[in-house]
Nanobody, 122 residues
């Protein structure tokens, strides 16, 4: 499956952005979808994941209550709605896909999009 992330940009603290990840392929709905982020000089960190049927979602603690992951399998697209953004959310955000169950380890994901930059200013 091929992934194309979009929706990043520059926003002031407290603002919102919605990231999108379009997946190609007829079997895209069979994949767990995840979002990760990587700030300069830091490792790639888990942000959120959603199961194939969107019944199960998970988030890193620092984004709980601010970010919401969702998916539209008819459009083969997963979204990350980011509200109340903080400067520490600044990073390149990547979407990723894997089969089976959702996990938080980037090593478990088989397919990756190209990343989209999110910059949150003070």
């Amino acid at each position: 499956v091929q992934l194309q992330a979009s929706g990043g940009g520059l926003v002031q603290a407290g603002g919102s952005l919605r990231l999108s990840c379009a997946a190609s392929g007829r079997t895209a709905s069979t994949y767990v979808m995840g979002w990760f982020r990587q700030a300069p000089g830091k490792e790639r960190d888990f942000v959120s994941a959603i199961s194939q049927s969107d019944r199960f979602t998970s988030y890193r603690d620092s984004v709980k209550g601010r970010f919401t992951i969702s998916r539209d399998n008819a459009k083969n697209t997963v979204y990350l709605q980011m509200n109340s953004l903080k400067p520490e959310d600044t990073a390149v955000y990547y979407c990723a896909a894997k089969r089976s169950i959702a996990t938080m380890s980037s090593d478990d994901y088989d397919f990756w999009g190209q990343g989209t930059q999110v910059t949150v200013s003070n």
